[in-house]
């Protein structure tokens, strides 16, 4: 919510990586709502899920790649206007 607020406020290049980010957060926030009381159930009844789990793992990167792009693009963005 933070980051989708922040997107509206800034400008340029940040604002495509920062809405981005909260995208994704989003989506992530999604997945581990609704994932994680069904994988649970998932697992107690049929043991250990790999589709499940790779899935999961999928998206949490997803998410760490989009924040980590996100953050160089500011500390580029920053770097510019102190020149």
Known sequence: MILAA???ETGGSVRTWTALSAGMD???ALLMITGLSVSTI???VFGPTRELI???AWVLAASFVVNGL???EVASCEREAAA
Do not use: H, N, P, T
């Open 70 to 72: 996100m953050l160089l």
């Open 42 to 44: 998932v697992v107690s």
């Open 54 to 56: 790779a899935a999961f």
């Open 26 to 28: 989003f989506l992530l």
């Open 6 to 8: 922040e997107a509206i």
